[in-house]
């Protein structure tokens, strides 16, 4: 606390990010980050963009990437905008089209920076509750109540579960929800899911998220996008021109752009990853793990018999660390990212160590 703060930074409660610890030969498995390095195109195009022209300013508008990610998607340039890193398109998206007097509505257990960004632009919202298997019940949206909303918005699959929500639910809700803006929160959809993007001409008021951080291997980069309705993507636009008018590096540009255009790399990463996802998945269930059906590059579990802050704790002495979630219903599950073979395989191993002399859960 500090009498030169202004008012609102005293109740301001910010998002915590994953560990990020400087450990010699760990096994970082705790904040989704893809094991597969960037497409080699990518790096090249980095690598070409270091010269002497990084004393000038970079394209405000990225149109190198934005033309990029319009044709991989076959969409208009006009429906794209890009940003440094999907939460910071996430918080021009809060600020510009969910402040509204009425809540904006999203599940109770989701990615924790929904709250964050409510507190820092003063967006009221209502958290509605997954259901008994994990799953965002998009029907309880938009109806009686709630019909009147600022907003709505979830991730899919959602965070930190990797539960994915049918297209078909999602359009649905687009049907009956057609006068407050619906995000799709995209972060992990090339895990295993089908993108909204396809329905953001059908419907104005859809707005779908994604980042480069996750399928893309670019964490490092910080580039994010959206797809929708001209409208909207000028609604962010005019918010990125008031905060920032360069978020994107010439780097970043170039980088980005690159690995859209690389979509052999793009798939067999993703490929690798899935099948990793899988078979982790069959192993855990063997050692006593209930794991939750995943779309995304981690897998949501909890021990029928061992507690979970025990198990994380006892990975990290073996140097092996995951995300332990102290939350009210997943306070016993486990997230863990896709690794590297090696890295499942030493995860698998350290688990076999440790529950065979790991007490019961109280």
């Given at each position: 606390m500090s009498k030169f703060w202004s008012t609102f930074v005293h109740d301001l409660v910010p998002y915590v990010p994953g560990e990020q610890p400087k450990i010699a030969n760990l096994v970082k498995l705790n904040t989704n980050e893809n094991p597969y390095g960037p497409s080699p195109k990518a790096i090249a195009a980095m690598q070409a963009e270091v010269s002497d022209d990084l004393r000038l300013y970079p394209d405000p508008n990225a149109d190198l990437l934005k033309t990029a990610i319009a044709d991989y998607y076959g969409i208009e340039k006009s429906f794209v905008f890009v940003g440094n890193g999907s939460d910071e398109v996430l918080a021009h998206v809060f600020h510009g089209l969910l402040k509204h007097e009425s809540p904006v509505l999203f599940p109770d257990i989701t990615y924790s920076f929904y709250p964050v960004y409510?507190?820092?632009?003063?967006?009221?919202?209502?958290?509605?509750?997954?259901?008994?298997?994990?799953?965002?019940?998009?029907?309880?949206?938009?109806?009686?109540?709630?019909?009147?909303?600022?907003?709505?918005?979830?991730?899919?699959?959602?965070?930190?579960?990797?539960?994915?929500?049918?297209?078909?639910?999602i359009e649905a809700l687009l049907q009956r929800?057609?006068?407050?803006?619906?995000v799709v929160d995209e972060a992990y959809i090339d895990f295993g899911g089908e993108t909204a993007i396809s329905l953001v001409k059908k419907y104005p008021n859809l707005l779908v998220t994604q980042t480069l951080s996750k399928s893309?291997?670019?964490?490092?980069?910080?580039?994010?996008?959206?797809?929708?309705?001209?409208?909207?993507?000028?609604?962010?636009?005019?918010?990125?021109?008031?905060?920032?008018?360069?978020?994107?590096?010439?780097?970043?540009?170039?980088?980005?752009?690159?690995?859209?255009?690389?979509?052999?790399?793009?798939?067999?990463?993703?490929?690798?990853?899935?099948?990793?996802?899988?078979?982790?998945?069959?192993?855990?269930?063997?050692?006593?793990?209930?794991?939750?059906?995943?779309?995304?590059?981690?897998?949501?579990?909890?021990?029928?018999?061992?507690?979970?802050?025990?198990?994380?704790?006892?990975?990290?002495?073996?140097?092996?660390?995951?995300?332990?979630?102290?939350?009210?219903?997943?306070?016993?599950?486990?997230?863990?990212?896709?690794?590297?073979?090696?890295?499942?395989?030493a995860l698998l191993q350290a688990l076999k160590d440790i529950l065979p002399a790991a007490p019961d859960m109280p």
């Open positions: 409510c507190g820092l632009y003063g967006v009221p919202f209502t958290q509605l509750p997954l259901n008994e298997t994990f799953e965002i019940d998009l029907a309880a949206y938009g109806q009686g109540t709630l019909q009147k909303n600022g907003g709505i918005i979830f991730p899919n699959p959602n965070a930190p579960t990797g539960v994915l929500t049918p297209l078909v639910a929800n057609t006068e407050s803006v619906v893309r291997s670019l964490a490092g980069l910080r580039v994010g996008l959206a797809v929708g309705h001209p409208d909207l993507v000028e609604a962010l636009e005019r918010i990125k021109n008031s905060f920032n008018s360069y978020p994107l590096g010439r780097v970043a540009i170039a980088g980005a752009a690159a690995a859209f255009a690389d979509r052999d790399y793009f798939s067999r990463s993703c490929d690798a990853v899935i099948a990793s996802r899988e078979q982790l998945a069959r192993e855990l269930g063997v050692l006593g793990f209930e794991v939750l059906p995943s779309a995304a590059n981690f897998i949501f579990a909890r021990h029928a018999c061992h507690d979970a802050a025990r198990l994380a704790l006892g990975l990290r002495e073996r140097g092996i660390i995951v995300r332990h979630f102290r939350l009210p219903r997943i306070e016993q599950f486990l997230r863990i990212s896709i690794g590297a073979p090696e890295q499942n395989a």
